[in-house]
């Protein structure tokens, strides 16, 4: 009997040194998991320092890690009040040795993937630091480029300031010039007024005992009954024999006129408001005022007035010196003026 006894008190005992092995193994996977968490501190505080994205993603691991520490550590007490339990019931120690080995699988499987987390942060600190290089080079031209462009824009402040001071010497330039040349046309103004006056004048003097013949403001006016028939823009023999007189004026007056001063004679013709039959040679005033006008300077050139200083205008009806519609006020409308201005 005490006999018996003995051999199971033996044979209780002997599970102990199972435990004592499976706690050996436990310490050893939570000293291991230690030991790779502080590694996988050290290596990564070396390489991931500046790295916010990195880093908030190895803290992230770090995090996992620690709750598989503290989830270690929860399996530890379980495991020490398995151990006590164990002592009074061998069927859960069977069964808490069962679940250790499936810890000790899932720390291992754990650890594992801790390593392949570190290689793979390894990795994209490579690429980080490739990109970083290519960055800074990017930075490098960029730079370059921006020196080239201030240097350039400096040029052209440069060029833009010259232009600004050539343009105010040219405004200075172009404003004086500009004063010259109204001084210059005023006095030009007043010389062929003298010598307008000069002309008409001799031309009273030539044509005084003609009533047809008038100045009227600063033109010289002939009634067209003087120089041309009724409806025809042929000059009538009384009529040359008056700008026979007028040309021989303005010969005179050409010879004494500088030549710097750009004088023309302008013959404008002008008719009364009555509206040609249109049957005729002509078909309107328009067409009968300016064929009386450039008769006239034909004429004239005939004479040797120089052509260049002659024009021909016609005015139809339409620039009356009578608004009236009786023959007095018809017959004043009808005329030839003679108008000496500038080019």
Avoid: C
Wanted: hydrophobic share 40%; charged share 30%.
């Amino acid at each position: 009997m005490a006999g018996t006894r003995l051999r199971r008190r033996d044979a209780r005992t002997d599970y102990w040194p199972g435990f004592v092995d499976a706690m050996a193994s436990l310490l050893l996977v939570i000293i291991f998991l230690l030991s790779i968490f502080v590694l996988a501190q050290f290596f990564l505080g070396q390489q991931l320092s500046g790295r916010d994205t990195v880093l908030n993603r190895l803290n992230s691991q770090i995090s996992e890690l620690t709750e598989l520490l503290a989830l270690e550590r929860a399996s530890n007490r379980d495991l020490e009040d398995t151990i006590a339990t164990l002592s009074a019931n061998l069927s859960d120690a069977e069964a808490d040795r069962d679940r250790l080995s499936g810890l000790l699988d899932a720390a291992s499987s754990e650890a594992g993937e801790a390593g392949g987390a570190l290689a793979t942060l390894e990795s994209e600190l490579d690429e980080e630091r490739r990109l970083s290089q290519r960055a800074l080079s990017q930075v490098e031209l960029l730079n370059q480029q921006i020196s080239a462009l201030r240097r350039q824009i400096a040029a052209l402040e440069n060029a833009l300031d010259a232009s600004e001071t050539r343009d105010r010497e040219s405004q200075a330039k172009i404003a004086d010039l500009g004063r010259r040349l109204n001084v210059a046309l005023a006095q030009r103004v007043q010389e062929l007024s003298r010598y307008r006056s000069d002309f008409f004048g001799r031309l009273r003097e030539i044509l005084s005992q003609r009533s047809d013949i008038r100045v009227v403001g600063d033109r010289f006016v002939f009634q067209s009954e003087v120089l041309f028939p009724s409806g025809t823009d042929t000059i009538n023999p009384e009529g040359r024999e008056e700008l026979v007189k007028l040309a021989d004026a303005i010969n005179e007056l050409s010879a004494q006129i500088p030549e710097e001063i750009d004088w023309v004679l302008r013959v404008d013709g002008h008719t009364d408001a009555r509206p040609l039959s249109g049957t005729g040679r002509f078909r309107n005033n328009w067409e009968l005022s300016a064929a009386r006008a450039i008769s006239v300077v034909r004429f004239l050139i005939d004479q040797g007035v120089d052509p260049e200083r002659l024009v021909a205008a016609g005015f139809g009806e339409f620039q009356p010196l009578d608004e009236g519609d009786d023959p007095e006020a018809l017959a004043r409308n009808r005329r030839i003026e003679l108008k000496l201005t500038g080019r």
